[in-house]
């Protein structure tokens, strides 16, 4: 019998490498990628090719606006905060490049795609190791989530369908999710990390995320493809 995912994609190396590991486990693969009112779209475009390459069933990509709440440096008129090595950034707060809620959000909306497919499981590329901070990238919080999804829907509660929060990356390292994702054949020069691009979609280089992925491949042995201003 066929096994059904949905992975959730920002077109990043985290999502990449978790959908890789997803085709790898022979799930037929159902990407989902939000317009959200994030500062830059170049990330979809990444996701779009990103689904391509791994030959996803079908990828969506569903609008929805938080700017509107603001709150973050992604989603409103905040500086992102540039730093020039991984050891300037502040591990003791979470960053303002937190968007409040937004993996609850994606995941909730992820759980609606998964019981209309009858999907097993939902992929989500969390890092608890190089996370940043996040509260929503959590193995508590997602657990949370899990059993949350299967009281709260249909095929949940019949048993149709058990679901499962799959969150393969969970305990790795950047440069160990880079060196998976390049076993498994990830091209990731199709893939940006970047908070802060430029209108040619190239990395700034500065950011938390562009810190993380330049040490990432530096500690993994692996060629760095992004293009940086």
């Known amino acids: ?34 317009r959200y009112g994030q500062r830059h779209s170049v ?12 030959g996803t069933i079908d990828h969506k990509i569903i609008d929805i606006d938080l700017r509107q709440f603001g709150g973050s440096a992604l989603t409103d008129d905040i ?8 050891a300037q950034i502040d591990q003791t707060r979470i960053p303002i490049t937190y968007v409040p809620a937004r993996n609850t ?29 996040y509260p929503d990238c959590r193995p508590k919080f997602i657990q949370a989530f899990q059993t949350m999804a299967n009281l709260a829907t249909k095929t949940g509660v019949t048993k149709q369908t058990v679901l499962t929060i799959e969150t393969p990356l969970i305990q790795m390292s950047k440069s160990e999710i ?9 091209d990731y020069s199709l ?18 995320a ?10 993994a042995g692996i060629p760095d493809p992004t293009p940086y201003t």
């Open 178 to 186: 880079i060196t998976t994702g390049d076993r498994l054949g990830v």
């Open 191 to 208: 893939t940006i990390s970047c908070y802060d691009p430029d209108d040619q979609g190239r990395s700034c280089g500065r950011c938390d």
């Open 105 to 133: 959000i994606f995941l909730s909306y992820a759980m609606a795609w998964a019981e209309v497919l009858k999907a097993e499981a939902i992929f989500i590329g969390v890092t608890a190791v190089d996370y940043s901070g």
């Open 1 to 34: 019998m066929t096994k059904k995912a949905v992975v959730l994609s920002s077109g990043g190396i985290d999502s990449t490498t978790a959908m890789a590991i997803a085709r790898d486990r022979e799930y037929d693969i159902y990407s989902l990628s939000f």
């Open 79 to 86: 500086a992102v905060p540039k730093h020039d090595n991984v």
């Open 43 to 54: 990330e979809l475009e990444c996701a779009k090719k990103v689904a391509c390459h791994l």
């Open 210 to 219: 562009c810190l993380h992925r330049k040490k990432g491949f530096s500690e």
